[in-house]
């Protein structure tokens, strides 16, 4: 008589099944915390490296102009040829037209962009932002100090309106680019009211995407985050949802006090 072999499957119980699918679970739960952490990094890391570009071109900018600095001002309706940067980059004021968002002939025709050299690092890489009714996301992330070479706010000021490289007693302590609120980003010149040390009147934000933090160079060549103590979603604007610096606490101590103790003298 013929044996028979009982062949038995290696399958999963459905009660192993289930151990293994809460371990995925709970790795997956400790595995993408870390994963975000690590890209956020990454942004900041390019972020900076752009910064450090631009701050690059700034110098070599002065270097080849005995010592001026490009001009910081207004620059919406201004040729680019004079200015670091021209136009307006979102709707809803100033001269902006359809496409504006995307013509990096604003700051490539400018006084830094044959320094400069690549279009790409005047944005943040963590800008994905798109204000509602522009064509797509901005070129550009960043706005410069209104103070270095920009006529300063308001006109007649008693604070320094920097010209010169030299003029600028601690390189240091005073920054020249700063990422801008998407909400409030218009032509390049990031506009510090100063007549109000503590308090918050102006019509620029900084943007505070980098968890909380915002992304500046200096006029020394380095460059860094400053993590804000006091931060808050946009609300009530057209593009919801953007970390900012939140401009409501105000007096000494406070970021905005901080901020505008970097921006001149």
Request: proline share 5%; hydrophobic share 35%; net charge neutral.
């Amino acid at each position: 008589m013929a044996v028979v072999k009982k062949i038995t499957s290696a399958a999963f119980t459905l009660i192993e099944l289930l151990v293994v699918i809460a371990i995925i679970a709970i790795l997956a739960g400790m595995l993408l915390p870390a994963l975000a952490k690590a890209k956020d990094k990454a942004s900041v890391a390019r972020c900076l490296s752009n910064n450090k570009q631009l701050q690059l071109a700034w110098a070599v900018y002065g270097d080849d102009f005995d010592g001026r600095i490009p001009n910081g001002g207004n620059g919406g309706t201004v040729n680019p040829v004079n200015t670091w940067c021209a136009g307006w980059m979102r709707p809803g004021g100033g001269v902006y037209t359809a496409g504006d968002e995307t013509n990096t002939t604003f700051f490539m025709n400018g006084q830094m962009g044959k320094y400069a050299g690549n279009a790409g690092i005047f944005k943040c890489p963590g800008d994905k932002f798109k204000y509602p009714g522009t064509v797509d996301t901005y070129c550009r992330s960043v706005s410069m100090n209104n103070f270095m070479n920009g006529g300063g706010f308001p006109a007649g000021t008693t604070y320094k309106n920097y010209k010169r490289a030299s003029e600028i007693s601690n390189p240091a302590d005073k920054y020249v680019f700063i990422h801008e609120d998407p909400n409030t980003i218009d032509d390049g010149y990031f506009k510090m009211d100063m007549t109000t040390p503590t308090a918050w009147a102006a019509d620029n934000w900084p943007a505070a995407i980098h968890n909380g933090s915002t992304a500046f160079g200096w006029c020394d060549g380095h460059v860094e985050t400053h993590k804000w103590r006091n931060v808050r979603l946009s609300t009530g604007s057209a593009i919801p949802n953007v970390l900012r610096l939140d401009t409501s606490v105000s007096g000494p101590g406070t970021d905005i006090d901080w901020l505008k103790s970097h921006t001149t003298e």
